[in-house]
């Protein structure tokens, strides 16, 4: 059985940092590629940062760039996103999701989500 489980959101004023952690089980995590997403209320899910299944190349939104960071443990099989400068805007349910494509078809697995709220 395949779960991708997120875990760090909270609460946090406006400046400050959270690490969000995303722990896989039940895949071969070392080959999916991993992405953050977030959803605010009444708006569409917008895809936040995506990191290669080997580490190598890392991709952000415009919104986040310069103040997150994806990074994977493979032998942990945990993705993260390390968010400083939060704003207001930034709150928002964070979910993983991981991927692959092979000559069988694409796997394509999401988390649940973690609430991430920004507000003094």
């Known amino acids: 059985q395949v779960q991708l489980v997120e875990s760090g959101g909270d609460l946090v004023q406006p400046g400050g940092s959270l690490r969000l952690s995303c722990a896989a089980s039940g895949i071969t995590f070392s080959v999916y590629d991993m992405s953050w997403y977030r959803q605010a209320p009444g708006k569409e899910r917008e895809l936040v940062a995506t990191?290669?299944?080997?580490?190598?190349?890392?991709n952000y939104a415009d919104s986040v760039k310069g103040r997150f960071t994806i990074s994977r443990d493979n032998a942990k099989k945990t993705v993260y996103l390390q968010m400083n400068s939060l704003k207001p805007e930034d709150t928002a349910v964070y979910s993983c999701?991981?991927?692959?494509?092979?000559?069988?078809?694409?796997?394509?697995?999401w988390g649940q989500g973690t609430q991430v709220t920004v507000s003094s």
């Open positions: 999701r991981a991927i692959r494509e092979s000559y069988r078809g694409t796997y394509d697995y």
């Open positions: 990191i290669t299944s080997a580490g190598g190349s890392t």
